[in-house]
């Protein structure tokens, strides 16, 4: 029954190391995105993604980049781990249209040593 | 460009008080409006939103909001607060031409015994 769902929950991993973490959604929505989320609550919104288009913060180093297998995953890989990439990121989903709400997975809880 | 203020980011209340956490937005287009809620180590729920039409909008579990285009706020409403409405609570605008959401800092609301 669940909605969006993202693995792992908690990640731990050292400088330079390369992770991805998953998600899918289960709701039959169109457009994917991925938040990170720093120790002060503050969301930044990372990638929105559909069938048709990438849309990447310009803010987001490089080496961060979506892979989307199919219309319901979309997959976080992070290359070389710094300790300021150590935050929450959620997935979230949403239908195509104009002021269509998003859900969001459980996030996962990064933490780089 | 979109922002979206949340002038408080804590806000103590006791159990059965009522409560008001702020939001203000700045556009130069037409809205969307949400307020989603966070559960500590949880992600966000979507708890109310506004689209249209009538500009008092409810949830199931007793919040309000209510859209004002004039003073550009979205504020957040209950009437008397149980403990189990301590969260985080985020206020969020997308506007008329694409899905992209903006999100709020974040009020904390600490409902206390």
């Known amino acids: 029954d669940t909605a969006v769902s993202q693995t792992p929950k908690y990640l731990v991993t050292q400088m330079g190391n390369d992770k991805s973490i998953k998600c899918e959604q289960n709701l039959g929505h169109d457009t994917m995105y991925w938040y990170k989320q720093d120790s002060k609550k503050f969301l930044k919104i990372m990638f929105s993604?559909?069938?048709?288009?990438?849309?990447i913060n310009e803010t987001v180093p490089n080496r961060f980049s979506p892979k989307s297998p199919d219309k319901a995953h979309l997959n976080l890989h992070i290359n070389s781990l710094e300790l300021g990439d150590s935050a929450v990121y959620f997935c979230a989903s949403s239908q195509a249209g104009r002021g269509a709400p998003q859900y969001f997975g459980p996030g996962t809880r990064l933490t780089v040593t | 460009a979109q922002s979206v203020t949340q002038l408080d980011s804590q806000v103590p209340v006791f159990e059965e008080a009522p409560v008001e956490l702020r939001c203000n937005y700045s556009?130069?287009?037409?809205?969307?409006l949400f307020w989603y809620v966070q559960y500590p180590n949880q992600g966000l729920q979507l708890l109310l939103k506004?689209?249209?039409?009538?500009?008092l909008v409810e949830s199931i579990n007793g919040f309000e909001a209510e859209f004002n285009k004039s003073q550009t706020s979205f504020h957040l409403r209950k009437p008397s607060v149980h403990i189990s409405d301590t969260a985080e609570y985020f206020c969020a605008v997308t506007h008329n031409y694409g899905q992209n959401f903006v999100f709020g800092p974040g009020t904390r609301l600490s409902v206390l015994p």
């Open positions: 506004y689209l249209s039409g009538s500009t």
């Open positions: 993604y559909n069938n048709k288009e990438l849309i």
């Open positions: 556009s130069s287009v037409s809205v969307y």
